[in-house]
């Protein structure tokens, strides 16, 4: 079963940050929080992910609050083609333990 | 751009034939992935592989599915027989480690069993 729980659905104007929350409370010292994105019909994309430290690369941010028990991946300049199925996913980092385990995410739409 | 490949992107099959679908991890890729996803389960991992050996078919039913790697540029996922339950969207994924950060996912194979 998944171990995070996400709104279902989300809508953000063009061009605004998308703020999508994830709630992960049972989320253990060694696991790390996963996030990817499916857009419709193709297959899941990697977008970014963290252990206790808020991380930025050049798709998304995530920040992590301090008892891990809930994250925010925050696309800063959302766009059309952001319109996506997000996954949050909670999972341990080392050998033999690579198993995404992916609940329902929140369809996010962006709408011009 | 390395891709993970699938093939083939769609099949359309009768209940009790055989289906194989075949994947190609990227380059250098050594853990492989095999997933499914439906409108009812969403997406469900059904096996994986390291060096070719598997190392987790737990979420696979055993009677009718067989996965495998002959080499390391291909993957098998094979039915036998197949039945309309299994009609699904299967994702075949590779990643470069034991400490893999990033799925690959392939563009999918879309089985479709009448």
């Known amino acids: 079963d998944a171990k995070t729980t996400q709104p279902p659905s989300m809508d953000c104007a063009e061009g605004r940050a998308a703020n999508l929350p994830c709630n992960h409370s049972?989320?253990?010292?060694?696991?790390?929080v996963y996030w990817y994105r499916q857009i419709h019909s193709q297959g899941p994309q990697y977008i970014i992910h963290?252990?206790?430290n808020n991380e930025t690369n050049e798709m998304a941010s995530l920040i992590i609050t301090e008892d891990r028990k809930s994250s925010t991946l925050i696309l800063p300049h959302a766009t059309l083609r952001d319109t996506a199925v997000y996954y949050c996913?909670?999972?341990?980092?080392?050998?033999?333990?690579?198993?995404?385990?992916f609940g329902k995410g929140t369809k996010l739409t962006v709408n011009p | 751009d390395a891709r993970v490949t699938q093939t083939p992107r769609d099949k359309v099959t009768e209940m009790g034939q055989e289906v194989t679908m075949r994947c190609q991890p990227i380059?250098?890729?050594?853990?492989v992935f095999w997933y499914r996803q439906t409108m009812m389960q969403g997406l469900e991992l059904l096996a994986y592989?390291?060096?070719?050996?598997?190392?987790?078919d737990s979420g696979m039913p055993k009677d009718r599915f067989s996965a495998e790697m002959p080499d390391a540029t291909l993957a098998t996922l094979k039915i036998q027989p197949s039945e309309p339950r299994d009609s699904a969207v299967y994702f075949c994924?590779?990643?470069?480690?034991?400490?893999?950060?990033?799925?690959?996912f392939g563009p999918g194979t879309r089985l479709t069993v009448l």
């Open positions: 994924a590779s990643g470069p480690g034991s400490s893999t950060d990033t799925q690959y």
């Open positions: 049972t989320i253990s010292g060694n696991e790390y």
């Open positions: 963290g252990l206790k």
């Open positions: 996913i909670v999972r341990l980092r080392q050998g033999g333990s690579e198993k995404l385990v």
């Open positions: 380059l250098g890729h050594n853990t």
């Open positions: 592989f390291r060096n070719r050996a598997p190392l987790d």
